[in-house]
T-cell receptor, first 115, second 110 residues
Framework: DAMVIQNPRYQVTQFGKPVTLSCSQT?????MYWYQQKSSQAPKLLFH???????NEADTPDNFQSRRPNTSFCFLDIRSPGLGDAAMYLC??????????????FGPGTRLLVL | QKEVEQNSGPLSVPEGAIASLNCTYS??????FFWYRQYSGKSPELIMSIYSNGDKEDGRFTAQLNKASQYVSLLIRDSQPSDSATYLCAVGDSNYQLIWGAGTKLIIKP
């Protein structure tokens, strides 16, 4: 089945220790998104890639970076995690065509805990 | 600032009744609308998408869109305890992104 996969599902890191979260997709979608979601809040968009074009949200902290080495894979790097970065990180993909927003499909998420 | 508003709830509905979830949005040019269901600790799962005014039915779910009034709703018929979750309304913007509501927590009481 075509799907969005995220690894790991749970990540525990220490304050200030870099961490990388990964996402892969078999849907062949041209857009990939990274969201941060905290308890009882809406998903907050951090970045998205339209093909290879990287788009950074204005309020995404510099501590967060992303890479998309090919169509199928995308990575979220948190250079120096703080306690406030503990959250669920969601990867989503979408097939975007001019003039229409298609459905975004989500991976299972990575729960990040910062000690 | 583009916004999507939802009542946070919780909305409590007896099992077997109709649950009605509402969402309003600020961007008049929005063309695509989505309802996602999210169980606690899980990722959002698409329930319905709707692009045209009127009703769209899929099983026990009906999405209703009124672009003139800028609202979209989701009806769940014959509500089941397994429908208990947070329902997120999302509206597509001109930059192929989604503007998200904070979600309505729905509780179905057996």
């Amino acid at each position: 089945d075509a799907m969005v996969i995220q690894n790991p599902r749970y990540q525990v890191t220490q304050f200030g220790k870099p961490v990388t979260l990964s996402c892969s997709q078999t849907l062949n979608h041209n857009v990939m998104y990274w969201y941060q979601q905290k308890s009882s809040q809406a998903p907050k968009l951090l970045f998205h890639y339209y093909d290879k074009d990287f788009n950074n949200e204005a309020d995404t902290p510099d501590n967060f970076q992303s890479r998309r080495p090919n169509t199928s894979f995308c990575f979220l790097d948190i250079r120096s995690p703080g306690l406030g970065d503990a959250a669920m990180y969601l990867c989503a993909t979408s097939r975007v065509r001019p003039g229409q927003q298609e459905t975004q499909y989500f991976g299972p998420g990575t729960r990040l805990l910062v000690l | 600032q583009k916004e999507v508003e939802q009542n946070s709830g919780p909305l409590s509905v007896p099992e077997g009744a109709i649950a009605s979830l509402n969402c309003t949005y600020s961007d008049r040019v929005s063309q695509s609308f989505f309802w996602y269901r999210q169980y606690s600790g899980k990722s959002p799962e698409l329930i319905m998408s709707i692009y045209s005014n009127g009703d769209k039915e899929d099983g026990r779910f009906t999405a209703q869109l009124n672009k003139a009034s800028q609202y979209v709703s989701l009806l769940i018929r014959d509500s089941q305890p397994s429908d208990s979750a947070t329902y997120l309304c999302a509206v597509g913007d001109s930059n192929y992104q989604l503007i998200w509501g904070a979600g309505t927590k729905l509780i179905i009481k057996p």
